[in-house]
C-alpha cells in the first residue's frame, strides 16, 4: 500500500466543488482525446518497447503528475496518496482476463521490468484479481487494441466510487506517417476538474514523446 496524507477541507482550494458533487447520482465524467504515438511507434517499437507496457509507463506518468488524479476519499475524508499502483486487465487465453496490479516507477527500464513480471504472473493465473474495495491507491487501466473509439465510458458501481480509469484503443497510421490512438479518462468530478484532465494528457505525451530522443 501506498502512504498517504489528509487533504483538509477547511483550507482545500477544490472544497466547494467536493461538496457539490458529491451530492450528484452521476458524478463522474468521461473524456477521449487523440494521443500522438509516433515515437513509440517509429522508434521505441523497432528497438525493442513494447507499446503496451510504454503506454501503461505514460498513462501511469499522467496520473503521478497531477496531485487530484491522486486523491480518493472514503465518506468526506479525503486523502493523497503518495503513490497509485496501475490495476491493467490483462487477457488471458480464450475470452477471459484477469486484473494485474502495476507498481509505478519514475524509471522507464525499471518500471518495464516489474511491468512486465506482473503481466506475465497475471496472465498465467486463473483468479479475476478484482479490487473489490480493499484499496484505494489505484487507478484503472483497459486497454482496446481492436477499436479505434471516439467515445468510451465505464461500468461504475456508483457514486461512491473514486477510483479513475484510463482506456486506450488502437494505434492508427495516417497517411502522413503519424501515428495515434484515443485515450479515454473517466474520473469523479467531486476531485477532478477538466483542467486536471487536460494536465494529465499534457504529461502522458510528453512521456511518448521521449521515444524519440532515446532512439
Given at each position: 500500500m501506498n502512504g498517504a496524507r489528509e487533504i483538509d477541507l477547511a483550507t482545500w482550494s477544490r472544497s466547494g466543488q467536493f461538496k457539490l458533487f458529491r451530492t450528484y447520482d452521476r458524478p463522474h465524467f468521461a473524456t477521449t482525446a487523440r494521443v500522438d504515438v509516433t515515437a513509440l511507434m517509429t522508434k521505441g517499437k523497432p528497438a525493442?518497447?513494447?507499446?503496451?507496457?510504454?503506454?501503461?509507463?505514460?498513462?501511469?506518468?499522467?496520473?503521478?503528475?497531477?496531485?487530484?488524479?491522486?486523491?480518493r476519499f472514503t465518506g468526506n475524508s479525503v486523502v493523497e496518496y503518495d503513490g497509485i499502483s496501475l490495476s491493467a486487465t490483462v487477457p488471458r487465453p480464450g475470452d477471459t482476463f484477469g486484473y494485474c496490479y502495476i507498481s509505478y516507477y519514475p524509471d522507464w527500464s525499471r518500471f518495464d521490468e516489474s511491468c512486465k513480471a506482473a503481466i506475465d504472473e497475471?496472465?498465467?493465473?486463473?483468479?479475476?484479481?478484482?479490487?473489490t474495495g480493499q484499496r484505494f491507491d489505484v487507478a484503472y487501466l483497459s486497454c482496446l487494441p481492436w477499436l479505434d473509439f471516439t467515445a468510451l465510458d465505464n461500468a461504475l458501481p456508483g457514486p461512491e466510487d473514486c477510483i479513475p480509469r484510463f482506456s486506450w484503443g488502437k494505434f492508427m497510421e495516417a497517411a502522413d506517417g503519424r501515428w495515434s490512438c484515443a485515450v479515454a479518462v473517466q474520473v469523479h468530478h467531486a476531485l477532478v476538474d477538466g483542467l486536471q484532465v487536460g494536465q494529465f494528457f499534457e504529461a502522458a505525451q510528453i512521456c511518448l514523446n521521449r521515444f524519440a530522443d532515446d532512439a
Amino acid at each position: 500500500m501506498n502512504g498517504a496524507r489528509e487533504i483538509d477541507l477547511a483550507t482545500w482550494s477544490r472544497s466547494g466543488q467536493f461538496k457539490l458533487f458529491r451530492t450528484y447520482d452521476r458524478p463522474h465524467f468521461a473524456t477521449t482525446a487523440r494521443v500522438d504515438v509516433t515515437a513509440l511507434m517509429t522508434k521505441g517499437k523497432p528497438a525493442g518497447v513494447s507499446p503496451y507496457r510504454a503506454f501503461i509507463h505514460a498513462i501511469g506518468t499522467g496520473i503521478h503528475a497531477v496531485p487530484a488524479l491522486k486523491m480518493r476519499f472514503t465518506g468526506n475524508s479525503v486523502v493523497e496518496y503518495d503513490g497509485i499502483s496501475l490495476s491493467a486487465t490483462v487477457p488471458r487465453p480464450g475470452d477471459t482476463f484477469g486484473y494485474c496490479y502495476i507498481s509505478y516507477y519514475p524509471d522507464w527500464s525499471r518500471f518495464d521490468e516489474s511491468c512486465k513480471a506482473a503481466i506475465d504472473e497475471t496472465a498465467k493465473g486463473t483468479d479475476l484479481g478484482a479490487n473489490t474495495g480493499q484499496r484505494f491507491d489505484v487507478a484503472y487501466l483497459s486497454c482496446l487494441p481492436w477499436l479505434d473509439f471516439t467515445a468510451l465510458d465505464n461500468a461504475l458501481p456508483g457514486p461512491e466510487d473514486c477510483i479513475p480509469r484510463f482506456s486506450w484503443g488502437k494505434f492508427m497510421e495516417a497517411a502522413d506517417g503519424r501515428w495515434s490512438c484515443a485515450v479515454a479518462v473517466q474520473v469523479h468530478h467531486a476531485l477532478v476538474d477538466g483542467l486536471q484532465v487536460g494536465q494529465f494528457f499534457e504529461a502522458a505525451q510528453i512521456c511518448l514523446n521521449r521515444f524519440a530522443d532515446d532512439a
